[in-house]
């Protein structure tokens, strides 16, 4: 690893969620331990910053994480694209997300 992964490690650690709004709080607070991501302390240096980038985007970013079925994180740009699905569609797998939440961004994207 290289210091400046290292140095970059070291910041995302400190508390990578920080700035992440009602999200990063959400993300924050949830038992990871049970789900494949595992618990929030032990999350991958490339899981930290994807959602790292996710939470402080002002645009709505999802990330599917793992396969065959991901877990979900997303920020709170996303949440309107969601509805009245959210919050319980933090962690959940994309077979369970559903198509709606598909046809819900296509609409969404539309106007731009």
């Known amino acids: 690893m290289s210091s400046t992964e290292h140095d970059l490690g070291e910041a995302l650690d400190a508390d990578f969620l920080a700035g992440g ?31 790292n ?28 694209l969601i509805g009245e699905r959210h919050p319980r569609r933090l962690a959940r797998g994309y077979t369970i997300h559903g198509q709606s939440c598909v046809l819900r961004r296509k609409q969404a994207w539309k106007g731009c």
């Open 21 to 51: 709004g009602e999200m990063g709080e959400r993300i924050r607070r949830y038992n990871w331990a049970p789900t494949r991501l595992g618990p929030l302390p032990n999350w991958r240096m490339l899981l930290r910053l994807a959602v």
């Open 53 to 80: 980038h996710c939470v402080k985007s002002p645009l709505p970013v999802i990330v599917h994480w793992g396969w065959p079925d991901p877990n979900v994180l997303y920020n709170d740009a996303f949440i309107p």
